[in-house]
């Protein structure tokens, strides 16, 4: 297949539509990561349907001094990739295209979930993603919109705008695509030299460490159930040999509502270290929070959970994150 560059919006609108159209947003620079948003995409879509890839670098969404000027510009690599994952088109508009006006004055803006995390560390961030994304939609038109987990937090407020606003769009989620040594893929990794990425990786390994510990403790979680806690039964299960049930039981009943705090500090554990690397690593924050809202989860806590990291190697700022799922099918998460 031909993938077409295109450049106006009016260009996109005059394509005949047949089936759904996808859309996969980017900022360029595209990887794997990227190219795997675009064949779940074309999965959804079908073979009648169409695959879009927006490649725009949005001003609104970098603040002072953060790196837009030397955000990697790579539009002819990205359309060779698009192509192989199975995209139709990509939409690469000018900023002119996507602010006639210059910078809107009207703008889309994130509530309180925007101020949070990335929103704190980023003042202002979410509003330009939003304002963007909400452009973008209108302009592309599409029945459904793809984006990465690996930016959970901008995952969470774009389905908040969704929902909120009445887009009629259906958002989806694809999950997190890491390279061989865990590091979670991403356009700034080619900013890192050898020994920053020997550093980096230790964001990847303390959400593998929080993970772990929340397997364990899940499993205990299982245990209890199973478990009789009660005076008389658990007399009767010595009687048989199963005393180390019985303690397993008061185990749970010490470690299981304290999990979220012992997954933060497992995690928080391999961070500690990683700031006495050479180079070092600078923590930004590291939260486990509730998606919908993306504040911290209380200890009592059942339910979806992101364990979020962010932090600075160098010049060169990193997030990642895992999904957790505490209670009910919680140590298979």
């Not at 948003?37 to 002072?64: H, K, S």
């Not at 900013?191 to 990847?204: K, P, Q, V």
């Not at 049930?245 to 304290?258: I, M, Q, T």
């Not at 504040?295 to 959970?305: H, N, P, Q, R, V």
Request: aromatic share 4%; no cysteine.
């Amino acid at each position: 297949m031909s993938t077409a560059l295109l450049r106006t919006a009016e260009a996109l609108h005059a394509r005949v539509r047949h089936g759904r159209r996808a859309v996969v947003m980017t900022m360029g620079a595209l990887h794997e990561g990227h190219a795997t948003l675009i064949r779940t995409a074309r999965e959804i879509a079908g073979p009648d349907g169409e695959v879009v890839v927006t490649v725009f670098v949005n001003p609104l969404q970098f603040g002072a001094g953060e790196d837009l000027d030397r955000y990697p510009r790579t539009l002819d690599a990205d359309l060779k990739i698009a192509e192989q994952a199975g995209a139709d088109a990509v939409f690469a508009p000018s900023v002119d295209e996507v602010y006639p006006g210059g910078r809107p004055q009207v703008r889309v803006t994130a509530g309180p979930m925007g101020t949070l995390l990335e929103g704190a560390s980023r003042p202002g961030h979410f509003d330009g993603v939003l304002t963007v994304v909400a452009k973008l939609l209108h302009l592309t038109r599409p029945d459904v919109a793809l984006f990465g987990q690996k930016d959970a937090q901008q995952l969470a407020v774009i389905r908040r705008m969704v929902r909120d606003l009445n887009f009629g769009i259906e958002i989806v989620g694809v999950p997190t695509v890491r390279e061989a040594d865990g590091l979670a893929l991403s356009s700034r990794n080619r900013y890192l030299s050898a020994d920053e990425r020997r550093t980096a990786l230790a964001l990847s390994r303390a959400l593998f460490a929080g993970r772990d510990r929340h397997a364990a403790q899940e499993a205990l979680r299982a245990r209890a159930l199973e478990v009789p806690s009660s005076r008389a039964r658990a007399e009767a299960l010595s009687a048989i040999g199963e005393s180390r049930a019985a303690a397993d039981a008061h185990a749970v009943a010490k470690a299981v509502p304290n999990a979220a705090a012992a997954v933060r500090a497992a995690a928080r554990q391999v961070l500690d270290e990683a700031a006495h690397y050479d180079p070092p690593l600078d923590l930004d924050y590291l939260a486990l929070v509730d998606p919908s809202d993306f504040t911290e989860i209380d200890d009592d806590f059942t339910g979806e959970a992101v364990l979020a990291v962010a932090a600075r190697v160098g010049t060169t700022r990193l997030i990642d994150n895992l999904p957790l799922t505490f209670g009910p099918l919680g140590a298979a998460s």
